[in-house]
């Protein structure tokens, strides 16, 4: 495979949408001008059953490394993910099994083929970390243990937070870093590429890999798409964009966006020239319309991940539907099996539960044949014909 060290896609790769880089910058840019094919990776945890927007900024940026011929590998972690990343958690994540997690990634590469090609003459290599997790005996986890100490895991913020609100912090979740740590060993990368909440993870990884095999890993990171209150965007905090949405859904869900989130959007989740990023930028500071550069980050989005075609047509479903205020011409029906409005949000899984669904109903969220249904009518009774919409881009025709 041929290596290709072009200086201009060179400098894309170490500073687009990068946070940092360890040992520095120059250390990853003379590597990459070598012409040398490096190894390296992004570990993904199945703890749940679809990849977001959020994954799919480091996925862009491993698609970098892999079109300038270097060795990309997408690791799922079914052994990590059962324990679950801390990261930023204030509580331990509930443990999932084996089944769960291999349930959940069983989409994950026709989600990532979306970015990534898994194909041709430089594949993207698919690995699972209970391919080596599963063989280790507890004297070999003791042993990787020994490169830790307690006083470096407290460090993380999070802990420090637990500790200080009296809340509980679980051995198990010191052991984390410890695997994803070993990953990088096993594989005996030359790299890693995270988001920026990834770091501690991937450093504990450089630290192992100096340790047990005196290796230079480096390790990238990228920065987060974050809302206004600086929340990232993901499962977590339940404002994610999946792979796996439809593209209606995903064009909507942009067009939601903070608008201080737009040129952050277009340098992360999409291929614009940096050129053109900075027009937009100018054209806002100078007291532009974002609505705009909104729909046409939607329009990039939403093309990049679905298509052209499905692309042109959710921006039209998007003009005809929120723009134009009208009711879509085609949308999902349901037979439900009781025809009162809470049930029906629930037996539609656009509501996890009835509580949910009367908050939902309380807050003006629902509608039925475009009337608001009044707060505390939970009850409230629909009939074939009737058409209920949530929030501003759910439909369903009920039959």
Not at 44 to 54: N, Q, R, S
Not at 128 to 150: I, M, P, Q, R, Y
Not at 173 to 180: D, G, H, I, S
Request: hydrophobic share 35%.
């Amino acid at each position: 495979m041929k290596i290709l060290n072009d200086t201009k896609k060179i400098e894309e790769l170490i500073s687009r949408g990068v946070e940092n880089i360890y040992p520095k910058k120059e250390f990853l840019e003379a590597r990459l001008k070598e012409g040398k094919q490096l190894t390296l990776y992004t570990g993904y945890d199945p703890t749940a059953p679809t990849l977001h927007i959020g994954h799919a900024i480091t996925m862009m940026k491993l698609r970098q490394f892999q079109d300038l011929g270097h060795k990309v590998i997408m690791l799922i972690g079914d052994y990590t993910g059962m324990i679950g990343d801390p990261t930023d958690k204030t509580s331990a994540r509930t443990a999932l099994t084996h089944e769960q997690v291999l349930s959940n990634c069983k989409n994950y590469q026709a989600q990532a083929a979306t970015i990534l090609n898994f194909e041709g003459e430089n594949p993207v290599e698919l690995k699972f970390n209970g391919t080596w997790h599963s063989k280790l005996n507890f004297a070999d986890v003791l042993e990787l243990t020994s490169h830790f100490t307690v006083q470096r895991m407290m460090e993380r913020d999070m802990f420090e937070k637990r500790k200080e609100e009296n809340k509980p912090i679980f051995l198990h979740e010191f052991l984390y870093p410890v695997m994803q740590a070993y990953d990088s060993v096993a594989m005996d990368v030359d790299g890693e590429v995270g988001g920026n909440d990834q770091t501690f993870n991937m450093l504990a990884g450089r630290d192992l890999m100096k340790d047990l095999k005196n290796k230079e890993k480096f390790v990238l990171t990228t920065k987060l798409l974050v809302d206004s209150a600086g929340k990232k965007m993901g499962k977590s905090e339940g404002n994610m964009i999946a792979l796996s949405d439809a593209p209606e859904d995903m064009f909507g869900k942009v067009m939601s966006w903070n608008d201080n989130m737009i040129i952050n959007g277009m340098y992360l989740c999409t291929q614009l020239p940096v050129a053109s990023i900075k027009l937009w930028e100018e054209r806002l500071k100078n007291g532009e319309n974002p609505y705009e550069a909104k729909f046409f980050l939607a329009l990039g989005i939403t093309k990049a991940f679905k298509g052209e075609e499905a692309g042109e047509k959710a921006k039209e479903y998007f003009l005809n539907t929120f723009s134009k205020r009208q009711t879509p011409d085609q949308m999902p029906e349901i037979t439900p099996t009781v025809y009162e409005i809470s049930a029906l949000l629930v037996e539609a899984k656009v509501c996890k539960s009835k509580s949910e669904a009367r908050q939902v109903i309380d807050q003006g969220g629902v509608s039925i044949n475009d009337t608001k249904v009044e707060k505390g009518n939970y009850a409230a009774t629909i009939k074939s014909g009737d058409i209920v919409k949530k929030g501003s881009r759910w439909f369903v025709k009920v039959k």
